[in-house]
């Protein structure tokens, strides 16, 4: 196993140093940070640290505007992440019964793409989304698990739709098993690589609990390559593998997975052996804070997003965005707590941009169904903070 640093990352003018096509989601790379050391977490909220300043989140409800179709869709249905666009800037994302929307390079308002495929706004969700590039064409991913699915389209163009693995497809004879036998499939999120030319896609509400890989061969979208992770309580190392990101280091790419259910991140080669996360001590995975419940991963600079389904103690029935700084907490954000957007109980997705030297986050919210019919209206909201240093 490989065991790597933490590096120093370029941050932009104000905030990361960080050139535009260095956040692209394709990628980062991982940098030495100031760590932060182990400040309580209730003292951070709706702040965070970063390249030794401090920030405070400023609610933006000027941004973001939604027409009252996609708000309605939203509040039954989001259970999303988002991305963007490095080659136009925009926002994407797939509200279910609703269809495909970008939120434009200003970030002024969402709107529905045109003549998109119908199956956008027939059911499917993006609960996971990764937009990239291969021969300089935008590519937009989605993970749907209304569907079970994993679309990849061009700008609502459907290229290819992957669907349940028949079970000779993949380099581990242990999850070709587990679908030659009829295991679930349910893809929670999905990345591309671009050194390795394929598409990982984690399954953490399926009892495999695996990472798998697609590629294109033959000129279409195949399932095939490494596989591997599995349920812990099994002999592997995921509890509820949620969220999956690609991160850069010395040119080597490296897979990183939010396990939800008991608060870790873990690092993985393209292939799948198991290395250590950047700012791990002693254990090769990322500890969260203790209740964290991560859902996905996002980075710019050396600060990494991970919006969290549940409340940490401290946050008072609320779920925040924690920040992370070299292993250690940076700050949260607790979108619940801002005025008009009391609804945002659970978070589910996190876009980082970085537009103008200046750093805004896209949170997505989780509407719980069963807090509803109990009388505690929780809906489905998109909300834009921007990250406003304190002098």
């Known amino acids: 196993m490989t065991v790597f640093r933490i590096a120093c990352c370029c941050v932009v003018a104000l905030l990361f140093c960080l050139s535009r096509d260095a956040v692209a989601h394709e990628g980062h790379d991982h940098g030495t940070s100031k760590k932060n050391g182990s400040a309580p977490v209730d003292a951070m909220q709706n702040t965070f640290e970063a390249n030794g300043k401090s920030y405070v989140w400023k609610h933006r409800p000027d941004l973001g505007k939604q027409s009252e179709a996609m708000v309605a869709a939203a509040k039954g249905g989001l259970h999303n992440n988002a991305d963007r666009d490095s080659s136009t800037g925009e926002i994407v994302t797939v509200v279910a019964k609703h269809g495909l929307v970008t939120l434009d390079p200003e970030m002024k308002e969402w709107t529905l793409v045109e003549g998109q495929d119908p199956l956008f706004a027939a059911g499917m969700n993006a609960h996971g989304t990764d937009c990239f590039m291969i021969e ?89 390559g490494p596989a591997w992770g599995g349920k812990e309580q099994v002999g592997g190392v995921f509890s ?38 950047p700012g791990a001590d002693a254990k090769y995975y990322l500890d969260l804070p ?20 549940n409340p940490l103690a401290s946050t008072k029935g609320l779920a925040p965005l924690l920040v992370m700084d070299g292993g250690k907490p940076s700050g949260m954000l607790v979108p619940a707590t801002y005025e008009t957007l ?24 989780w509407p719980n169904g069963r807090e509803n019919a109990a009388g505690k209206r929780n809906d489905g909201q998109i909300a834009i903070f921007e990250a406003v240093e304190q002098k």
């Open 136 to 224: 300089d064409q935008s590519y937009w991913a989605f993970s749907s698990t209304n569907t079970g699915s994993v679309v990849v389209s061009q700008r609502g163009k459907v290229i290819a739709q992957l669907t349940q693995p028949k079970g000779d497809e993949f380099d581990n004879p242990t999850v070709n098993a587990y679908f030659a036998a009829g295991g679930r499939f349910t893809p929670c999120d999905v990345v591309y690589l671009p050194v390795a030319k394929r598409l990982v896609v984690v399954i953490g509400y399926a009892p495999g609990d695996f990472a798998l890989s697609a590629e294109i061969r033959d000129g279409k979208w195949q399932w095939g």
């Open 240 to 277: 509820t593998a949620h969220g999956v990101q690609v991160a850069t280091e010395a040119g080597q790419e490296i897979v990183e997975v939010a396990s939800r259910s008991h608060g870790r991140v873990f690092a993985f080669t393209s292939s799948g052996a198991q290395i250590k996360m």
């Open 290 to 309: 203790k209740g964290s419940t991560p859902c996905n991963i996002s980075h710019i600079g050396s600060s990494m997003f991970l919006p969290l389904l």
């Open 342 to 365: 009391g609804y945002m109980h659970h978070m589910h997705g996190f876009c980082p941009v970085e537009r103008d030297g200046t750093l805004y986050g896209v949170v997505l919210s």
